[in-house]
């Protein structure tokens, strides 16, 4: 079954405590991309990658990285989390480019306290 | 950048007929999308229009006017499965390719 999958689906922490959040997709996709989704602000670009070792900024990156060592997999990472980082987040992968149709993973709930 | 407007909530009974507008303003116009998202889960492609006009799927239809920064999606015999956030979202080729989203509308079918 062709899906992008994200673990933890739900994760509670604290500032400043390192987390890795994992997307992987089985649909051979070259773009993948992280959004976080905020009541009333609708979803919100983090990061994108073109391909193996591309990645670029969206609009709002700050306090996240990501990599992107193998095609089927694209990490978020948040280094030192902050409250202002509590958000649900989803991983995406699109075929032809990163502003194609999107398969999204089924989100991740994240509590920084 | 894009500004993408569309009503918060609507409610509707079930049988009958929604239209859910977004109005967009971009820079260079590439494409729109509506998406659907039920609560809790991950939004999900319905359409895509590039074209002015109508484009129909069975129960679905979305409307474009480039010219009026302006599209619809038309839920027509509503069912209570229909209840869930519809999504917006425009690519816009002005400068870098971006696909900026709204911020949804709610729609509840109620018996």
């Known amino acids: 079954e062709a899906q992008v999958t994200q673990n933890p689906r739900y994760l509670i922490t604290v500032t400043g405590k390192k987390l890795t959040v994992t997307c992987s997709q089985n649909m051979n996709h070259e773009y993948m991309s992280w959004y976080r989704q905020d009541p009333g602000l609708g979803l919100r670009q983090i990061y994108y990658?073109?391909?193996?070792?591309?990645?670029d900024k969206g609009d709002v990156p700050e306090g996240y990285k990501v990599s992107r060592k193998e095609k089927r997999n694209f990490p978020l990472i948040l280094e030192s989390p902050s409250p202002n980082q509590t958000s649900l987040y989803f991983c995406a992968s699109s075929l032809q480019s990163f502003t194609d149709t999107q398969y999204f993973g089924p989100g991740t709930r994240l509590t920084v306290l | 950048g894009q500004n993408i407007d569309q009503p918060t909530e609507m409610t509707a009974t079930e049988g009958a007929i929604v239209q859910i507008n977004c109005t967009y303003q971009?820079?260079?116009?590439?494409?729109l999308f509506w998406y659907q998202q039920h609560a809790g889960e991950a939004p999900t492609f319905l359409s895509y229009?590039?074209?002015?006009g109508l484009e129909e799927k069975g129960r679905f239809s979305s409307f474009l006017s480039r010219s009026k920064g302006y599209s619809y999606l038309l839920l027509k015999e509503l069912q209570m499965k229909d209840s869930a956030s519809y999504l917006c979202a425009v690519r816009d080729r002005g400068g870098d390719y971006k696909l900026s989203f709204g911020a949804g509308t709610t729609v509840t079918v109620r018996a």
């Open positions: 229009n590039v074209l002015d």
């Open positions: 971009t820079s260079g116009f590439n494409g």
């Open positions: 990658s073109m391909n193996v070792e591309v990645t």
